[in-house]
């Protein structure tokens, strides 16, 4: 099958239903003057045989749960104020989650929200020692992991993966020394996967 209503980009997650999570442009919106965004993405949930099952603006979520300062915060003139490029299904439950939950990875607001699509809200709104990352990966029933470019405006950090403890509340790297040594870096895109024996899977 092709889509032919959005444009699809980055990463695709399957959920446990066995449908895809897909970040997507779309250009339709009951936003006002939403025809003036030249980025905007959405959450796209499609079925395999490529049926639209669910559509959600990140204008429209934000400005829904009352965090539409975020928008606005890094300047009108950004045409990419999301940069949506990773969205994790959560297919078990924990202390921490439920299974339909999603992780968001926005880019250029270096932020991960946890969203839950049955009732229309953002959950958990995660900032910490990351910047401009890709991917986000649930690596326990209370642990992720984020792959954290490291890259700011002034500086071009090393690559680190990062793992946030919701139990602790805090934040750790993972196999640090490995990385460095290995002088694994990219500024942009990259995608990670921890191993079931510890091992680190890195694209860069």
Do not use: C
Not at 121 to 131: C, Q, S
């Amino acid at each position: 099958w092709q889509n032919l209503e959005h444009v699809f980009h980055h990463s695709k997650e399957k959920d446990v239903n066995g449908d895809y999570w897909v970040p997507a442009n779309i250009f339709q919106s009951k936003i006002k003057n939403f025809e003036r965004i030249p980025e905007h993405n959405a959450i796209v949930k499609v079925s395999p045989e490529g049926k639209i099952l669910f559509i959600k603006s990140l204008y429209e979520l934000f400005i829904e749960n009352k965090i539409e300062h975020y928008i606005h915060g890094i300047g009108l003139d950004n045409g990419d104020i999301f940069h949506l490029n990773d969205i994790e299904p959560v297919n078990f439950k924990s202390n921490y989650w439920e299974i339909g939950d999603l992780f968001l990875s926005l880019r250029n607001l270096s932020m991960i929200i946890q969203y839950r699509p049955s009732i229309n809200k953002i959950i958990n709104i995660i900032h910490g020692p990351f910047y401009n990352q890709h991917d986000v990966d649930i690596i326990n029933d209370e642990e992720i992991s984020i792959f954290n470019n490291n890259y700011k405006s002034y500086v071009k950090g090393d690559l680190e993966i990062i793992i946030y403890n919701f139990k602790l509340n805090n934040f750790k790297k993972y196999l640090d020394n490995q990385i460095k040594k290995n002088e694994v870096r990219t500024i942009f895109a990259g995608t990670h996967t921890i191993l079931s024996n510890g091992d680190l899977f890195l694209e860069s």
